[in-house]
């Protein structure tokens, strides 16, 4: 019985998103914000956090092709109101391969998306799993990435205890360039370490030198 109230209930959330008249403000909200460049962005869009199937009514507006203001803005405005699941979607599905994007459309990454990943650095764990380890960890990592990722590292600083996970990861996948950059940075930054971490990296770069 549970599981038939269940289906119901998904199917008449799910009939929402077919009524001509929201599909139709969708799109219209997806053209507004391909062209954003300041100001208010559209109510739809402000209310999305709070509503059950947000990550569908999100890809309904199409974000992969909001402008870079549009990003900051959205960004902004949705982080003090997801939940952490919802956050580390955002990040994964957004924040990740827009600044991938304008790395290597750019000669220096977009103004607007600094500004939207110096907010994602206020929630650092979540800033990590979704967007810094994942693009580390990827088989096609660049060293272009490798030096932007480095960038924001040496900008901002994370607690320590997230800072000491990070190098666990980095260090428990095969050797890249980006990550003996990234790696590189961390040290550079003083963070108070444990010995034996301190030791794993010794055993690194050692093993890298050979």
């Excluded at 977009?110 to 088989?139: D, G, R």
Aim: glycine share 0%.
């Amino acid at each position: 019985m549970n599981s038939y109230l269940a289906k119901k209930q998904k199917k008449n959330e799910l009939d929402i998103y077919l009524k001509p008249r929201l599909l139709k403000i969708l799109e219209r909200t997806t053209l507004f914000m391909k062209v954003y460049r300041s100001g208010k962005i559209p109510k739809i869009i402000r209310i999305l956090p709070s509503i059950k199937n947000f990550e569908e009514m999100l890809w309904l507006t199409r974000p992969d092709t909001w402008s870079n203001s549009a990003v900051y803005s959205i960004t902004r405005s949705f982080l003090p109101k997801l939940d952490k699941k919802q956050m580390s979607r955002f990040f994964s599905l957004i924040l990740a391969p827009r600044f991938q994007e304008t790395i290597f459309q750019r000669k220096s990454y977009s103004i607007h998306v600094q500004k939207a990943l110096k907010i994602s650095t206020n929630y650092p764990s979540i800033f990590f799993s979704s967007i810094v380890l994942p693009i580390c960890e990827s088989k096609h990592c660049s060293m272009k990435e490798g030096v932007a990722i480095s960038a924001i590292l040496m900008k901002y600083r994370f607690p320590p205890k997230i800072i000491i996970t990070v190098i666990v990861r980095l260090i428990n996948n095969p050797v890249s360039a980006p990550k003996c950059i990234i790696l590189k940075t961390i040290i550079n930054k003083n963070y108070l370490l444990p010995l034996r971490i301190i030791d794993i990296l010794v055993d690194f770069f050692d093993c890298k030198s050979k």
